[in-house]
C-alpha cells in the first residue's frame, strides 16, 4: 500500500502562485506515473498534470504554460508548481500515484486540498 499526503493549498489572489507537494509513504521510484488532478464543485475531476517514470510530462491544455509539475524521487514526492492562477483553477486537488507491477502494484489517491483562487 502506499499513502498519499498532499499539502499546499490555500486562498490566493488571482496571478498567485501556489506549489503543491505529495509525498508519499512508499517508493515513487517505480511508479508508471504520478499525477495531479482537480474536482470544481458539480464538475468531474479531470487530470491537470502527470510525470512518468522516465520524466515525461502531460498537462491540461487549461494549464500549460503555468503550472509545472515534477518528482523528487529521493523525497518521495511530486509537486505542482501552479503560477498564475485564475479563479477558474479553484477546485480539490488530490493527487495520484499509478503502478502496474511489483509490490504496490495499483492505482493511489491521496485527501486532496483545497485551492481557491479569488478575484
Known amino acids: 500500500q502506499v499513502q498519499l499526503v498532499e499539502s499546499g493549498g490555500g486562498l490566493v489572489q488571482a496571478g498567485g502562485s501556489l506549489r503543491l507537494s505529495c509525498a508519499a509513504s512508499g517508493s515513487i521510484f517505480s511508479a508508471n506515473s504520478m499525477g495531479w488532478y482537480r474536482q470544481a464543485p458539480g464538475k468531474q475531476r479531470e487530470l491537470v498534470a502527470a510525470i512518468t517514470r522516465g520524466g515525461v510530462t502531460n498537462y491540461a491544455d487549461s494549464v500549460k504554460g503555468r503550472f509545472t509539475i515534477s518528482r523528487d524521487n529521493a523525497k518521495n514526492t511530486v509537486y505542482l508548481q501552479m503560477n498564475s492562477l485564475k479563479p477558474e483553477d479553484t477546485a480539490v486537488y488530490s493527487c495520484?500515484?499509478?503502478?502496474?507491477?511489483?509490490?504496490?502494484?495499483?492505482?493511489?489517491w491521496g485527501q486532496g486540498t483545497q485551492v481557491t483562487i479569488s478575484s
Open positions: 495520484n500515484a499509478r503502478y502496474y507491477s511489483g509490490i504496490y502494484n495499483g492505482d493511489y
